[in-house]
């Protein structure tokens, strides 16, 4: 998927369409249109909107789908909302327990070192 630029690539300021092209009959409209907050997101987090919009929301089946915790499509989840400029309140509660998931994951060694230690960093950002 080509994605449409949201910055401007040399002074990174936003980008805005402004030009529409019919297809069929090339009828072109001028004008200036911004562009919404789901063309600012990069690829990844497109993706994984997709991947949620079509589970439906439901996390459980988002986990047993992409093999991550629930934790860590929260976290995904969280990212994103405020890649949109969303106010996302921090959860410590959350973060503790995921925290301690990914070390008892470690610990029966689901995973590696050096997944743990990229779960823990991202939970931190």
């Known amino acids: 998927m080509t994605q449409m630029p949201a910055q401007c690539p040399a002074c990174r300021s936003e980008m805005v369409v402004t030009q529409l092209s019919c297809t069929n009959c090339e009828t072109a409209i001028v004008g200036h249109y911004p562009l ?5 997101l990069p690829l990844e ?3 994984f909107l ?3 919009i079509r589970n439906r929301g439901n996390v459980k089946e988002m986990e ?3 093999g991550e915790s629930y934790w860590t499509i929260r976290s995904r ?3 994103v909302i405020g890649q949109m400029g969303f106010d996302v309140p921090p959860d410590a509660e959350a973060a ?3 925290r301690k998931e990914i070390l008892a994951r470690l610990s029966a060694g689901e ?3 050096e997944t743990a230690t990229r779960l823990l960093k991202e939970l931190g950002q």
């Open 111 to 113: 995973i590696d070192v």
């Open 36 to 40: 919404s907050a789901f063309n600012r």
């Open 96 to 98: 503790g327990a995921s």
């Open 64 to 66: 047993r789908e992409m």
């Open 45 to 47: 987090s497109l993706r």
């Open 77 to 79: 989840l969280d990212k």
């Open 50 to 52: 997709e991947d949620f």
